[in-house]
């Protein structure tokens, strides 16, 4: 692999990952994110959404868009890492298909503990209904979305819709949420010693608010909704990926008029349900276009 550019792979000094197999999908995603776009892509970076360092996207739009949907894709990293760069290798598929991809950062625990990461996904919906127009996107049409940690809070910022329009975000902005590998229930009663579960209450969630697990899990915000969902996870993908996936689907589905499909990636972990991505022609991009 070629040599990478330091300030891509850690630019503001993040600890290490806590896995090998994240570190191999983040210098993957990494390198990918250097690969030169198609000169159809119209292409804004560190665009500030608030006044925080993270608190930024990067957008990469049709060159002569009008009116087009925009989608929404939050990176992942556990809520402690990450990169907006992540997201970059999407970017021509998504614009072939008539799209503006915004890719945003999010403040991160353990110095930004939850919620504040999922007050700055409202944050940046609140901005796009003022800011997308000067891409051709239209801030009424929103496609959420996210891997992991960032499917998380595509889903809870489509389910908490008082929280979006108290933002200024129209509650049928949200057209659909198609979250990859999204962790949708943070609960766990008995967390092992040194589990990714524990980490959530040791270093994500903010200390001395009772509850806030649940609270901050998509999977107790189903009721009523009526945002079309399509969910995927892998086979090999963590247990409590595949367990709250399923929950929430069920949740979901259960709901009157609901739109809410599941896609099982045979034999992906779950890093690979988001590199899979990589190619233009895999079956997602279909589903979000026709969401579009």
């Known amino acids: 692999m070629a040599e990478l550019d330091p300030r891509l792979v850690n630019p503001d000094g993040q600890p290490p990952l806590p896995v090998a197999a994240a570190e191999d999908y983040a210098r993957q995603v990494t390198a990918w994110a250097q690969a030169p776009l198609p000169a159809t892509v119209r292409v804004a970076r560190d665009l500030a959404y608030g006044p925080h360092r993270l608190q930024r996207c990067n957008v990469f739009a049709p060159a002569q868009a009008r009116q087009a949907p925009v989608l929404v894709f939050w990176h992942g990293g556990g809520w402690t890492h990450g990169y907006r760069e992540w997201v970059t290798f999407m970017a021509a598929a998504v614009v072939a298909r008539g799209l503006v991809l ?86 766990e009663a ?14 994500v969630l903010a200390n001395g608010e009772p509850h806030l697990d649940t609270l901050l899990s998509p999977l107790y915000w189903a009721a009523g909704n009526g945002v079309p969902f399509d969910l995927r996870w892998g086979e090999r993908d963590s247990p409590r990926v595949r367990k709250s996936n399923a929950r929430l689907a069920a949740l979901l589905q259960a709901q009157p008029g609901a739109v809410c499909r599941t896609n099982v990636e045979p034999s992906l972990d779950h890093f690979q349900t988001h590199t899979g991505l990589h190619d233009p022609a895999h079956p997602w991009y279909e589903r979000l276009a026709e969401f579009a």
């Not at 996107?137 to 998380?152: K, T």
């Not at 008995?190 to 270093?203: F, K």
């Open 190 to 203: 008995s967390p092992a010693p040194g589990s990714l579960e524990e980490r959530v209450y040791t270093m």
């Open 102 to 187: 915004v890719a945003p950062s999010y403040r991160l625990a353990p110095e930004h503990p939850l919620p504040a990461g999922y007050h700055d996904a409202l944050a940046l919906l609140a901005w796009l209904q003022r800011e997308a127009p000067a891409w051709g996107g239209a801030p009424d049409r929103l496609l959420l979305a996210g891997h992991s940690a960032g499917g998380h809070l595509a889903a809870l910022a489509a389910l908490r819709v008082a929280d979006r329009t108290a933002a200024g975000v129209p509650a049928h902005a949200v057209r659909a949420c198609l979250p990859v590998s999204g962790i949708h229930d943070l609960h």
